[in-house]
């Protein structure tokens, strides 16, 4: 029993030690911009539509995988069934996290400059962030392919089948990014812009190696990479700050 209490004890000893190094780490920090991936989502209570168990599910519901659905040669060939798919799968009512909170909590206090997100929910928004870069796309911006009239995501969700232009009776896309497609270079160019910008690099909820933001992360020049998320991968130890645990557990002892 005293073993066990001591090696709690220094565990936690070691976290708190971590908690510390992240507050001087941010302290220091002149430009410091955060990049939210789908660790951020999971903590709101969805998983990637290529996680597993959900890909899994979908496929037999649907027949196909994810990959194969939500991707713009499914929503042009195939739009009735593409919208029964995005309606039940995508449009989820995710409400933001206590990291989220956190991190609009920070950029009032003048230490977070940015926010770079790969999520469609605007979590970060509506937690009150101004300077925010949703690499993906949101699901409450839609378009008629037609005229361009802009639709809301209530719109969307209304509709019988497939959501139709009141204007000219065009189809109605969701502003979203799909499986395999270009992302908008506006926000490409934005976000090298601020990772170069950046003195301090967030993690949270991706990591050195994600799928999304690899790439981005060799632009950085900074002194610092933090990493914050719950799982362990082969590059970890190329950040300087490594914390094992969900950012909602995290940021809001930060204080701001």
Same mark, same amino acid.
């Given at each position: 029993? $005293? !073993? ?5 004890? &220094? ?6 030690? $971590? ?8 302290? &220091? ?20 539509? $290529?996680?597993?168990? &959900? ?26 069934? +593409?919208?029964?798919?995005? !309606? ?19 950029? &009032? ?39 361009? !009239?802009?639709? @809301? ?25 799909? +499986?395999?497609?270009?992302?908008? @270079?506006?926000?490409? @160019? ?22 999304? +933001? ?5 632009? +950085? ?36």
């Amino acid at each position: 029993m $005293k !073993k066990g209490r001591v090696q709690k004890e &220094r565990i936690a000893m070691q976290e708190l030690n $971590k908690l510390d190094t992240l507050r001087e780490i941010i302290d &220091r920090g002149q430009y410091i911009v955060a990049l939210c991936g789908s660790g951020m989502m999971e903590e709101c209570g969805i998983y990637p539509l $290529k996680e597993q168990e &959900r890909a899994y599910r979908i496929e037999e519901r649907y027949g196909r995988s994810p990959e194969y659905l939500y991707t713009d040669a499914f929503f042009n060939t195939r739009t009735e069934m +593409f919208y029964d798919f995005y !309606k039940h799968e995508i449009l989820a009512d995710l409400e933001p996290s206590a990291s989220t909170y956190a991190l609009a909590a920070m950029e &009032r206090a003048g230490k977070l400059k940015c926010i770079i997100s790969s999520n469609i929910y605007e979590l970060s928004e509506r937690s009150g962030c101004k300077n925010v870069i949703n690499l993906h796309g949101s699901i409450y911006h839609n378009h008629c392919q037609r005229c361009g !009239k802009t639709y @809301s995501v209530d719109y969307i969700r209304q509709a019988k089948k497939v959501p139709y232009c009141e204007v000219c009776g065009g189809v109605i896309r969701p502003d979203v990014s799909f +499986f395999g497609e270009m992302l908008d @270079s506006e926000k490409l @160019s934005r976000t090298l812009e601020e990772i170069e910008k950046s003195d301090v690099l967030l993690l949270l909820g991706t990591s050195l190696s994600s799928e999304v +933001f690899h790439n981005y992360i060799k632009c +950085f020049e900074g002194s610092k990479i933090v990493l914050i998320h719950n799982e362990e991968t082969l590059m970890d130890e190329k950040a300087d700050l490594l914390i094992y645990d969900e950012p909602k557990n995290i940021l809001p002892k930060l204080g701001y």
